[in-house]
């Protein structure tokens, strides 16, 4: 007997530390979907050092991806640019996060227009984030700020997403499956 097919186009949540693999596995799962490509950049280049990360992302994903910079209005790219015909990787929540904090905007109100963006959804979503709950607690108060933002997004959309995979050391772990189709 076979499950009824869902409602709604995959969501998936791809978690894991830096430099563990998690965004090339992103772009992995996005190419092999098949469809239009379109990457919402949340990267500021506010250094020569994160340029070069830009520089280097954009490198490796080569040709055949449309970018759209979207460093603190990531609901509103999501409403513009999903279609079923096309798929949108989300590339970094993290990045995104800080950048609400440091343009002192109020990140509550932003991920729950986050939550209303991604349910709304009408094409397949990657969103990719770093895992920053596995370490220290933080000495400053804008940084414990900063994981406890991070850790209540992951825990909201980790439970409206249909898969989440934790990226360590390249290797993916499915907690939460659903293929993506």
Same mark, same amino acid.
């Given at each position: 007997? !076979? #499950?009824?097919?869902?409602?709604?186009?995959?969501?998936?949540?791809?978690?894991?530390?830096?430099?563990?693999?998690?965004?090339? %596995?992103?772009?992995?799962?996005? #190419? #092999?979907?098949?469809?239009?490509?379109?990457?919402?950049?949340?990267?500021?280049?506010?250094?020569?050092?994160?340029?070069?990360?830009?520089?280097? %992302?954009? =490198?490796?994903? /080569? !040709? /055949?991806?449309?970018?759209? *910079?979207?460093?603190?209005?990531?609901? *509103?790219?999501?409403?513009?640019?999903?279609?079923?015909?096309?798929?949108?990787?989300?590339?970094?929540?993290? @990045?995104? @996060?800080? !950048?609400?904090?440091? #343009? *002192?905007?109020?990140?509550?109100?932003?991920?729950?227009? @986050?939550?209303?963006?991604?349910?709304? =959804?009408? /094409?397949?979503?990657?969103?990719?984030? !770093? $895992?920053?709950?596995? /370490?220290?607690?933080?000495?400053?108060?804008?940084?414990? =700020?900063?994981?406890?933002?991070?850790?209540?997004? %992951?825990? =909201?959309?980790?439970?409206?997403?249909?898969?989440? $995979?934790?990226?360590?050391?390249?290797?993916?772990?499915?907690?939460?499956?659903?293929?993506?189709?």
């Amino acid at each position: 007997m !076979n #499950a009824d097919p869902p409602s709604s186009p995959p969501l998936i949540l791809v978690l894991g530390g830096m430099r563990s693999g998690k965004s090339r %596995h992103a772009e992995d799962l996005v #190419a #092999a979907s098949g469809l239009a490509r379109v990457y919402l950049a949340t990267a500021l280049a506010g250094d020569a050092e994160m340029a070069a990360r830009i520089t280097a %992302h954009r =490198r490796r994903r /080569g !040709n /055949g991806w449309r970018t759209v *910079e979207a460093p603190l209005e990531l609901p *509103e790219a999501i409403r513009a640019e999903s279609r079923p015909d096309r798929i949108l990787l989300v590339e970094c929540l993290t @990045l995104w @996060l800080t !950048n609400l904090l440091m #343009a *002192e905007a109020e990140p509550a109100a932003a991920c729950e227009r @986050l939550e209303a963006a991604l349910a709304a =959804r009408r /094409g397949p979503v990657v969103l990719v984030s !770093n $895992e920053v709950g596995l /370490g220290v607690v933080p000495a400053d108060p804008l940084s414990r =700020r900063f994981v406890d933002l991070a850790g209540e997004l %992951h825990r =909201r959309l980790a439970a409206l997403a249909d898969r989440v $995979e934790l990226v360590v050391a390249g290797l993916p772990l499915v907690l939460k499956p659903r293929a993506l189709e």
